[in-house]
C-alpha cells in the first residue's frame, strides 16, 4: 500500500514538471509559443455523438493517405474528453495515457531535431476514422500517442490508414429526438430537484431526490443512449418516451402526497407533529416493498423526510452563524 501511494504521489508530481520541461523543450526546438498556446487551449472531444449515427462505409478500399492533423479532433477511447492536447502530451486529466511512451517521445524528441522527429510520423501509419460529413478525423484503435506526440510538436501532417464513415440520415434523425426528449426529462430534473443515480442499469434506474434515493424505476436512464448505434432506433424511442410520461405523472403525485404531508404538519402542535411524524415513520418502513399508490405516498413521505432533514441542517447553520 505504501509502495502504491509513494508512485501515486510521483506520478502526480512528475506531471507537473513535465509539463514545465515539455513546454521548454519544445520552445528549443522551434515549436512556435503560439501553437503551444493553441495545444494548451484546444481541448479532445469525443467521438460521441457521431458514432451513434455515422456508418463505417464498410466495403471501401484501404486509403494510406497524409492527414492534416488540424482535422484531427478526437483521440478515440483513449482520449479524455474536454482535457486539452498538451494536457494529454502530459497525462494530466487523463488516465488513459501511457505515460512510459510519453516520456519516450520526450526523450526521442530531445535527441532529434523537429525535422527528424516529424519525419517518423510518415512511415509507420496510425489508424484513423474520417467522418466524413462533418469532415473530421478521430483515432480508430492505433495510433494514438504517436498522434498526440505529431500535433503537439507542430507536424503539418501524419500518415494514416483511414476508415469511412457517412452520416446516416435515419440514425441522425433518431438521435435529434432522442437530444430533444433528453433535454426535456433533464429540464423536469433540474426543476423537481432530481437526479439519477449510480445504481442504473438496462432494467431500472436509481432517482435521487437532492442527492438521496427515493426510488427505483423501470425505465432507460440517458446514457443507455450514448453506448452504441444500436439504441438509437425509433422502437427504443417510442418505448422511452412512454417511459418518460408514465414516471413524470406518478412523481406528479409523489409531490402531491409530500405537500400533503408538509400542510399537515404546519397545522400540527410541535409535540404532536414529533408523535405524528414518528409513527408515520414507523408503519412507512412496511411500505418499502409496496406497489401502486402506497408505494407513491412512501415517495412523497420520503421526500418529505429529505427536505425536514436539510430544513434542520439550515436552521443549525443560521444559528450557529
Not at 400542510?263 to 410541535?270: C, D, E, L, R, S
Amino acid at each position: 500500500m505504501l509502495s502504491f501511494i509513494s508512485c501515486l504521489t510521483c506520478f502526480c508530481l512528475g506531471g507537473r514538471d513535465f509539463k514545465k520541461k515539455l513546454e521548454k523543450l519544445l520552445l528549443e526546438k522551434g515549436v512556435l509559443e503560439s501553437h503551444i498556446k493553441e495545444m494548451k487551449q484546444t481541448a479532445n472531444i469525443s467521438e460521441y455523438p457521431y458514432e451513434l449515427y455515422y456508418d463505417v462505409v464498410e466495403k471501401s478500399e484501404k486509403l494510406y493517405r497524409d492527414v492534416p492533423l488540424n482535422k484531427i479532433k478526437s483521440l478515440g477511447f483513449r482520449g479524455t474528453s474536454g482535457v486539452s492536447w498538451f494536457d494529454h502530451a502530459c497525462y494530466n486529466g487523463t488516465d488513459n495515457i501511457d505515460i512510459g511512451r510519453c516520456e519516450k517521445a520526450f526523450e526521442y524528441l530531445g535527441k532529434q531535431s523537429l525535422e527528424e522527429f516529424h519525419t517518423y510520423y510518415q512511415h509507420s501509419p496510425v489508424k484513423l476514422i474520417h467522418y466524413e460529413d462533418d469532415d473530421f478525423y478521430a483515432i480508430y484503435g492505433d495510433g494514438t500517442h504517436r498522434t498526440i506526440w505529431a500535433m503537439i510538436t507542430g507536424a503539418p501532417t501524419i500518415y494514416a490508414l483511414v476508415t469511412r464513415a457517412r452520416k446516416n440520415p435515419f440514425l441522425y434523425k433518431s438521435f435529434l429526438r432522442f437530444k430533444e426528449l433528453e433535454s426535456q426529462i433533464n429540464m423536469y430534473f433540474e426543476e423537481k430537484d432530481l437526479s439519477w443515480g449510480v445504481k442504473n442499469n438496462q432494467y431500472y434506474s436509481e432517482i435521487l431526490y437532492k442527492g438521496i434515493t427515493v426510488a427505483f424505476y423501470s425505465i432507460y436512464p440517458p446514457y443507455s443512449f450514448k453506448r452504441s448505434s444500436y439504441s438509437l432506433n425509433d422502437q427504443k424511442l417510442d418505448t422511452w418516451n412512454k417511459q418518460l410520461n408514465e414516471f413524470r405523472i406518478e412523481f406528479e403525485k409523489s409531490f402531491r402526497y409530500r405537500k400533503i404531508l408538509h400542510n399537515i404538519m404546519k397545522m400540527i402542535p410541535g409535540k404532536l407533529e414529533h408523535k405524528l411524524f414518528s409513527f408515520i415513520e414507523k408503519i412507512s418502513e412496511s411500505w418499502s416493498a409496496a406497489d401502486g399508490e402506497i408505494r407513491l405516498i412512501k415517495q412523497g413521505f420520503d421526500m418529505y423526510c429529505i427536505d425536514k432533514k436539510f430544513r434542520n441542517l439550515d436552521s443549525e447553520v443560521r444559528t450557529y452563524d
